[in-house]
């Protein structure tokens, strides 16, 4: 059973566009990039890369935006997100705006 999780994106301007640009490249929604974000996330084997931690001005209280997206996440990577967000100390959400933001640089390049 798939589980549903509504994202304010703790993003603006340059970041949107990046994240929107880049789901585009993909042939995607912004919904599906982040999904599939967060499961390359989660597959990466360097758990230790410091790019895998959420910066401290997003754990810190960075704006929330105005866009939110609802995406569709399988029991298991939702499991394996939430360990990852408290062994972090942040929300599920945020680790997944994370991820896509990660996608979205390395796709850039």
Known sequence: MFRHACIPLPLEGFGIGLLEAQAERCGLSVARFMERAAQRYV???DRAAPSRRVPAFLKDG???GEKIVE???G???WDALEREAEAQGVGLELIVAHA???LA???SR
């Open 105 to 107: 640089a390395d796709l």
């Open 100 to 102: 896509a933001m990660l």
């Open 75 to 77: 029991p298991e990577l």
């Open 62 to 64: 960075g704006s929330p």
């Open 71 to 73: 995406v569709e996440l």
């Open 43 to 45: 597959a990466e084997p």
